[in-house]
């Protein structure tokens, strides 16, 4: 427990700063959430659509140092991959559920040889 007035007061900031934080991840977590359900499906004009907003999102809390600008940048490519996979037809929607789970597809099956 703090004592000072300072500790007190770095332990109220804390706090506060811990809040926002986590809504802001958790904002992020949502979007990205929503980009990947379009990419699952097969939904490329959603996709395209949100792709933009999840950078956005994920562009202004780096900002914010809530993440670092470089695991931003690196999420952002990726989302970006994933969709460019879906136009060009390299994944279906059930390759695309593997990949956004981080899972190769099955050997043998259509995702695997195509």
């Given at each position: 427990m703090a004592h000072s007035l300072s500790a007190k007061k770095r332990v109220r900031q804390?706090?506060?700063?811990?809040?926002?934080?986590?809504?802001?991840?958790?904002?992020?977590?949502?979007?990205?959430?929503?980009?990947?359900?379009?990419i699952t499906t097969g939904d490329v004009k959603k996709a395209e659509?949100?792709?933009?907003?999840?950078?956005?999102?994920?562009?202004?809390?780096?900002?914010?140092?809530?993440?670092?600008?470089?695991?931003?940048?690196?999420?952002?490519?990726?989302?970006?991959?994933?969709?460019?996979?879906?136009?060009?037809?390299r994944i279906g929607p059930k390759a695309a559920a593997a990949a956004s789970k981080g899972k190769k597809a099955a050997k043998g099956t259509k995702a695997a040889t195509a």
């Open positions: 804390s706090e506060k700063r811990r809040a926002r934080n986590r809504a802001r991840k958790t904002l992020i977590r949502d979007e990205v959430k929503a980009f990947t359900a379009a659509e949100l792709l933009p907003k999840v950078a956005q999102r994920l562009d202004r809390t780096a900002a914010k140092n809530t993440i670092h600008k470089n695991a931003a940048a690196r999420k952002r490519s990726r989302l970006a991959k994933k969709l460019n996979a879906l136009k060009a037809g």
